[in-house]
């Protein structure tokens, strides 16, 4: 039973995680976003943004100490690398209305 506990207070504390933007959030946003990162790697993710600049890709995140693959697959779905946007409605792929085009008008007949 104890075996089970943790995994599923693991999971449930993902699934109630809100998106961090790691190149914008403070050590105490990304603290409470992000399973598995508590304090002081938060607070270090802030210090490598501030002196390395930001994240280019989630897998940058491993040049912070403490931080590997295990931290980032648990935490991809809620790192954000720029603030979300509102999503633009999609083009129609519609097809134009056609509107009819009258014939042209015959040419007169020729005269002999």
């Known amino acids: 039973m104890k075996k089970l506990l943790l995994p599923l207070l693991l999971v449930s504390m993902n699934i109630c995680a809100k998106p961090v933007n790691i190149n914008t959030a403070d050590a105490?946003?990304?603290?409470?976003?992000l399973t598995g990162v508590g304090?002081?790697?938060?607070?270090?993710?802030?210090?490598?943004?501030?002196?390395n600049g930001p994240f280019?890709?989630?897998d940058d995140l491993k040049r912070v100490s403490g931080i590997g693959?295990?931290?980032?697959?648990?935490?991809?779905?809620?790192?954000?690398?720029?603030?979300a946007k509102p999503v633009a409605?999609?083009?129609?792929?519609?097809?134009?209305?056609?509107?009819?085009?009258a014939p042209a008008p015959a040419a007169p007949a020729a005269k002999h």
Request: glycine share 0%; net charge positive; charged share 30%.
């Open 69 to 83: 693959e295990k931290t980032i697959a648990a935490n991809k779905a809620d790192i954000l690398l720029m603030d």
């Open 89 to 101: 409605a999609p083009a129609s792929t519609a097809k134009p209305a056609t509107v009819p085009v």
């Open 28 to 33: 105490a946003a990304i603290d409470d976003a």
């Open 56 to 58: 280019k890709t989630v």
């Open 39 to 51: 304090k002081k790697k938060a607070a270090a993710i802030v210090a490598d943004r501030t002196k």
